[in-house]
């Protein structure tokens, strides 16, 4: 039976860690009110855990220049390149075809929904989790969509912010590199507190 996923409150720290930059350039102004907070090392006073491997997590970048800049084109084989097709088909992250854009975690996870989906069970995860599970409208996001990419090594992150609805959403896709290709290793959501990677698909 699929079970929704519990949030960590470890990776919620993370998640806060790593979007504290994008805060507080105001990317979309306050967060929601169910948003973690900018505190990065807790109550405890203790800094959230490394990605996986022990390479130090990419920082979030600022925004640059002024909002009428002209957004720098997408390199090919980028991260942002690999995450943007996501943003022009609703529910592409669970077509198997896919699959090639994952490595684990997510890998893992959405094999897993797959096997369940051809067992006749029901389904596990989402078909809109690249939009936050919000209403599709592709117009109003085009019009919003942002995005950050930061690089640390062989690990890497896009941050997605949008708007649909008047209601802000907040993404970050993980990444790391698989044989000189960047492969997506986990997704987030700030705004829902959700992670691919919490889910038990079983």
Not at 18 to 33: D, K, M, T, V, Y
Not at 41 to 63: K, L, Q
Not at 130 to 156: H, P, R, V
Not at 165 to 190: C, M, Q, T, Y
Request: with cysteine.
């Amino acid at each position: 039976m699929a079970r929704r996923p519990f949030l960590a409150l470890s990776t919620v720290c993370l998640l806060a860690a790593g979007l504290s930059a994008a805060a507080a350039q105001g990317l979309f102004g306050a967060p929601p009110a169910n948003a973690p907070t900018d505190n990065a090392t807790g109550d405890s006073g203790v800094p959230p855990a490394n990605a996986p491997g022990g390479a130090v997590e990419p920082a979030t970048p600022p925004v640059a220049g002024p909002p009428s800049e002209p957004a720098a084109p997408i390199q090919p084989g980028s991260p942002t390149a690999v995450v943007r097709p996501f943003y022009d088909q609703v529910g592409l992250e669970l077509d198997p075809a896919q699959r090639s854009h994952f490595t684990d975690p997510a890998k893992t996870v959405l094999d897993k929904s797959d096997a369940l989906l051809k067992s006749g069970q029901g389904e596990c995860l989402d078909p809109n989790m690249a939009l936050d599970n919000a209403d599709y409208d592709k117009a109003e996001i085009d019009k919003s969509l942002k995005t950050l990419e930061a690089i640390n090594g062989d690990q890497a992150k896009v941050i997605v912010a949008f708007v649909v609805a008047g209601n802000p959403h907040r993404l970050e896709w993980k990444f790391r590199k698989v044989d000189g290709d960047w492969k997506i290793s986990d997704l987030l959501s700030v705004t829902g507190e959700w992670a691919l990677s919490q889910y038990q698909c079983e």
